[in-house]
């Protein structure tokens, strides 16, 4: 598990219609929407100035950060074949793709991971994408114990959901989920990357939040019209800006691999090479790596400082600093 730490700019939006006229239209879940041309340069905390081209460290105020834990769902039935030919990503029998009985152990492994490292228990959130082989990664990994008939909680996932012949996973203990259509994979065409509806949804993953969705059916995805590049990638920049707004200061995020490569190759340009590479390499199935997200223009505007922070001067007292007396002294002369 890596840990990088990257700054997001300020938020520019803008409102226009693309003029393309076959564009996709993101209105339910772009508002505003951004635009690349008018991102200014994204920075990234740079760990080194051994080079010339690296900037120096940063610092932030650790309540105007967050501890984002980003993971690529396990592998899906649309991976075995996709991965050897990229055309089968185009069969219709690959909709909405659930999880394979490898994808299932890969989720297995990382459930332990989380719990081994003590992760587990720092969550405050889990944020899914809305599709069948994330949210059943989502459930996996991050929810309850075995569920039984007659439990007072709703379950995370009932009993062989998606065809995957697993037992019913608990709500229980298990930090809160939530589905947003924001960090959905590359949007249009691929069969596999169309949801189905959320009542259906509901039904397979009774305790997962949906209220973040505001339509029943897909009307993202265009079987005629695939998001271009720089599409996916705004939209990734607004959910990066949502995730500031959000007040919980540790949040799992299970997405998908396109959609994190497009969102986060606009990271580390100014880093150190290596850092840059270490930030946009493709995920692997299943992985996990950890990022620090600060908030340098203050989108978030926690103003809640870290329990750690003490105001100090408690019992009031005298306490100039030396160089002031210093300043002081010599402003008289």
Same mark, same amino acid.
């Given at each position: ?6 700054? @997001? ?16 239209? @993101? ?31 940063? $610092?932030?105020? $650790? ?11 396990? %592998? ?12 089968? +990503? ?5 909709? #909405?793709?659930?999880?394979?009985? =490898? ?12 719990? #081994?490292?003590?992760? +587990?228990?720092?969550?405050? @959130? ?5 599709? @069948?082989?994330? $949210? %059943?990664?989502?459930? &996996? ?5 075995? +569920?039984? #008939? &007659? ?35 590359? $949007?249009?065409?691929?069969?596999? #990357? ?7 949804? *509901? ?8 209220? *973040?969705?505001?339509?029943? /059916? ?12 720089? /599409? ?11 995730? =500031? ?14 959609? =994190? ?16 590479? /270490? ?30 922070? +003490? ?23």
């Amino acid at each position: 598990m890596t840990t990088v730490a990257i700054t @997001l700019p300020p938020p520019f939006f803008h409102t226009t219609t693309p003029s393309h006229s076959s564009s996709i239209s @993101l209105a339910a879940i772009l508002r505003p929407r951004f635009s690349l041309s008018s991102l200014p340069s994204i920075r990234c905390i740079s760990l080194s100035s051994a080079m010339d081209n690296v900037s120096s460290p940063s $610092l932030f105020p $650790l309540h105007h950060c967050k501890v984002i834990h980003l993971v690529r769902h396990a %592998q899906g039935l649309h991976n075995i074949e996709g991965e050897k030919n990229y055309k089968a +990503y185009m069969k219709p029998e690959y909709f #909405d793709a659930p999880l394979t009985p =490898l994808g299932w152990q890969q989720v297995d492994n990382l459930r332990r991971h989380v719990r #081994d490292c003590g992760l +587990y228990n720092k969550i405050e @959130l889990v944020i899914t994408s809305p599709l @069948l082989r994330t $949210l %059943q990664t989502t459930v &996996g990994v991050f929810g309850g114990e075995g +569920y039984t #008939d &007659g439990m007072d909680v709703l379950p995370m996932m009932v009993a062989n959901a998606g065809n995957s012949d697993r037992s019913a996973i608990s709500s229980l203990n298990c930090p809160p989920i939530m589905a947003v259509e924001l960090c959905r994979e590359h $949007l249009g065409v691929h069969p596999c #990357d169309r949801r189905r509806h959320i009542q259906d949804y *509901q039904c397979l993953f009774p305790a997962i939040d949906f209220s *973040q969705i505001e339509t029943d /059916e897909d009307t993202l995805w265009k079987a005629d019209v695939r998001e271009t590049k720089a /599409e996916v990638a705004a939209r990734g920049m607004n959910f990066m800006n949502w995730l =500031l707004t959000r007040k919980e200061k540790e949040i799992a995020v299970v997405t998908h691999s396109g959609f =994190l490569m497009h969102t986060l190759s606009q990271f580390g340009n100014d880093c150190h090479p290596l850092m840059k590479d /270490e930030i946009s390499k493709r995920f692997k199935n299943c992985e996990l790596r950890s990022i620090v997200l600060a908030d340098r223009n203050m989108i978030g505007s926690n103003s809640n400082a870290p329990v750690t922070n +003490y105001p100090g001067k408690i019992p009031d007292g005298p306490d100039l600093p030396s160089d002031l007396a210093d300043e002081k002294e010599n402003s008289h002369c």
